[in-house]
């Protein structure tokens, strides 16, 4: 399987078994897809669903299940202390391999057409598939629970739908769809019934209050076992580790005069935030994650099966007479190649941390190197339509959306490698300080490049809509340029 994309849909309902059962068959019906996890808990009320699959596949058991919770699920007579807003409250879509953010974006929009259509359950976009500022946050999708997004779409324009009807559903309510990085669902567990204490705990702990960044916590009240839980969604595990989050959690409840019951993962966690939970507990020196055995062998096996593609190759390519590949996928292996170098500069470091970022932003990178070529020649297929065709305007528009939101994403993601590089070479010794300032230099070309191209792309894109959704991203990694060229 070439593209490999996650679904993590949650359903609010976590105490009839028949009715997760036909979750759970809705998704397994579907060929191609492949059931990781499930998990479902009494007290918040709530099931939660993992699967991966292609991207055309993923998408066809994200509605099917959609549209059986949609059918069993009940809100009016729902109880349970998670925030919700709909019997599919959320489903976020996560690239894995062979895909990209953007790739994900477009599965969310996908399904929010859908949904709206055919269910008749309104749709708003969150994360990175969000067309407003104010609803990139799920919780702000979520702020004052049903009541108040009922209240806010029949009086705020700002909170029209993005797909479905403007009101809510009768017993479904309405569903957040979007697209984001892994994410990890980790809870501590403590030993008092006094929710107002874990409520308090979570007020320290939660980015949003002046705690622990990429976290978000809330309180909550486990009646049927007798505690409270401080339950936490760790949004970015390489800014704040799993270890992290526990012992502050562990700290604030020593405060209090509260003992820790024990923790636990809702779903599926990415093997190198348990690697890196682990090194930092043992404190092991100059850890590398390709040292744990399961890993060696999958990145192995994985690679006896790609075919060669050697640099040689790819400059070939570029030097043909030929469209694509071209600037863009330059830009994306330049940042590439970046990243690496700052895994070299961290790793010799001792930089654990930002080691793990970079090995995230390296693949990802890559991985556009690809894409960039197949959204280009997605525009010039749709360029040389046939002029009267009835549909040709509206295939460039969207190819030219996909050829737009395809270098942006290179320029946000080499904007990161730039900053983590010039961390590194702030204390970097003598021997790899030229190294790291050649990896910032083509980092920074790298997203000065990938700018370039969005905004020709931009410039010759009729959707004025989608242009202007996209703008505050355009904006933020342009300010993020100019930030980082300032400090160089």
Same mark, same amino acid.
């Given at each position: 399987?070439d593209?490999?994309?996650?679904?993590?849909?949650?359903?609010?309902?976590g105490?009839?078994?028949?009715?997760?059962?036909?979750?759970?068959?809705?998704v397994?019906?579907?060929?191609?897809?492949?059931?990781?996890?499930?998990?479902?808990?009494?007290?918040?009320?709530?099931s939660?669903?993992?699967?991966?699959?292609?991207?055309?596949?993923?998408?066809?058991?994200?509605?099917?299940?959609?549209?059986?919770?949609?059918?069993?699920?009940?809100?009016?007579?729902?109880?349970?202390?998670h925030?919700?807003?709909?019997?599919?409250?959320?489903?976020?879509?996560?690239?894995?391999?062979?895909?990209?953010?953007?790739?994900?974006?477009?599965?969310?929009?996908?399904?929010?057409?859908?949904?709206?259509?055919?269910?008749?359950?309104?749709?708003?976009?969150?994360?990175?598939?969000?067309?407003r500022?104010?609803h990139?946050?799920?919780?702000?999708?979520r702020?004052?629970?049903?009541?108040?997004?009922?209240?806010?779409?029949?009086?705020d324009?700002?909170?029209?739908?993005?797909?479905?009807?403007?009101?809510?559903?009768?017993?479904?309510?309405?569903i957040?769809?979007?697209?984001?990085?892994?994410?990890?669902?980790?809870n501590?567990?403590?030993?008092?019934?006094?929710?107002?204490?874990?409520?308090?705990?979570?007020?320290?702990?939660?980015?949003?209050?002046?705690g622990?960044?990429?976290?978000k916590?809330?309180?909550?009240?486990?009646?049927?076992r007798?505690?409270?839980?401080?339950?936490?969604?760790?949004?970015?595990?390489?800014?704040?580790?799993?270890?992290?989050?526990?012992?502050?959690?562990?700290?604030?409840?020593?405060?209090?005069?509260?003992?820790?019951?024990?923790?636990? !993962?809702? /779903?599926?966690?990415?093997?190198?935030?348990?690697?890196?939970? =682990?090194?930092?507990?043992? @404190? $092991? #020196? %100059?850890?590398?994650?390709?040292?744990?055995?399961?890993?060696?062998?999958?990145?192995a096996?994985?690679?006896?099966?790609?075919?060669?593609?050697?640099?040689?190759?790819?400059?070939?390519?570029?030097a043909?007479?030929?469209?694509?590949?071209?600037?863009?996928?330059?830009?994306? !292996?330049? /940042?590439?190649?970046?990243?690496?170098?700052g895994?070299?500069g =961290?790793?010799?470091?001792? @930089? $654990? #941390? %930002?080691?793990?970022?970079?090995?995230?932003?390296?693949?990802?990178?890559?991985?556009?190197?690809?894409?960039?070529?197949?959204?280009?020649?997605?525009?010039?297929?749709a360029?040389?339509?046939p002029?009267?065709?009835?549909?040709?305007?509206?295939?460039?528009?969207?190819a030219?959306?996909?050829?737009?939101?395809?270098?942006?994403?290179?320029?946000?993601?080499?904007?990161?490698?730039?900053?983590?590089?010039?961390?590194?070479?702030?204390?970097?010794?003598?021997?790899?300080?030229?190294?790291?300032?050649?990896?910032?230099?083509?980092?920074?070309?790298?997203?000065?490049?990938?700018?370039?191209?969005?905004?020709?792309n931009?410039?010759?894109?009729?959707?004025?809509?989608?242009?202007?959704?996209?703008?505050?991203?355009?904006?933020?990694?342009?300010?993020?340029?100019?930030?980082?060229?300032?400090?160089?």
């Open positions: 399987m593209r490999l994309v996650e679904c993590v849909p949650n359903f609010s309902e105490r009839d078994q028949g009715i997760v059962d036909a979750l759970i068959d809705a397994t019906s579907t060929a191609g897809v492949a059931l990781l996890d499930h998990s479902m808990d009494a007290d918040h009320h709530r939660v669903l993992t699967f991966c699959g292609d991207p055309d596949e993923i998408i066809e058991a994200a509605f099917r299940v959609v549209r059986i919770a949609t059918e069993l699920i009940d809100l009016r007579t729902h109880v349970g202390v925030p919700r807003i709909g019997a599919t409250d959320v489903v976020p879509f996560i690239p894995i391999r062979g895909a990209t953010m953007q790739d994900c974006v477009q599965l969310a929009k996908r399904l929010g057409e859908r949904v709206g259509r055919e269910l008749e359950v309104p749709v708003f976009l969150y994360e990175r598939a969000a067309g500022a104010d990139v946050p799920l919780e702000a999708v702020r004052g629970g049903l009541d108040g997004l009922a209240f806010r779409m029949e009086s324009p700002g909170w029209i739908p993005d797909f479905g009807p403007p009101r809510l559903h009768q017993s479904a309510g309405a957040a769809i979007g697209a984001r990085p892994p994410l990890i669902a980790y501590v567990n403590l030993c008092t019934t006094e929710v107002d204490q874990a409520r308090s705990i979570a007020r320290a702990v939660r980015h949003s209050n002046g622990l960044p990429a976290v916590a809330i309180g909550v009240a486990l009646s049927r007798g505690m409270v839980q401080v339950a936490m969604n760790l949004t970015d595990y390489l800014v704040t580790p799993i270890l992290t989050a526990f012992q502050r959690v562990k700290t604030e409840a020593v405060k209090r005069g509260i003992e820790v019951a024990g923790s636990e !993962l809702i /779903g599926l966690v990415p093997q190198a935030a348990l690697s890196q939970a =682990a090194a930092a507990s043992l @404190q $092991l #020196d %100059r850890f590398d994650s390709g040292q744990v055995l399961e890993t060696r062998i999958v990145e096996l994985l690679d006896s099966k790609k075919p060669a593609h050697t640099l040689s190759d790819f400059l070939a390519e570029v043909d007479a030929k469209p694509a590949p071209a600037g863009g996928s330059v830009a994306a !292996l330049t /940042g590439a190649l970046a990243a690496s170098l895994i070299m =961290a790793r010799l470091g001792g @930089q $654990l #941390d %930002r080691e793990q970022r970079l090995l995230e932003l390296s693949p990802r990178l890559h991985r556009l190197v690809q894409a960039d070529t197949e959204v280009y020649a997605g525009l010039m297929g360029y040389k339509m002029q009267r065709h009835p549909d040709r305007l509206s295939a460039i528009s969207i030219l959306q996909r050829a737009t939101e395809v270098p942006l994403e290179i320029a946000e993601l080499s904007c990161d490698v730039a900053r983590i590089l010039h961390i590194l070479r702030e204390g970097a010794k003598p021997t790899i300080h030229s190294d790291l300032t050649v990896g910032l230099t083509i980092a920074l070309a790298a997203a000065q490049a990938g700018l370039v191209t969005v905004r020709t931009t410039n010759a894109q009729k959707n004025h809509r989608f242009i202007e959704a996209l703008q505050p991203r355009i904006a933020k990694a342009t300010e993020s340029l100019d930030e980082l060229k300032s400090l160089c």
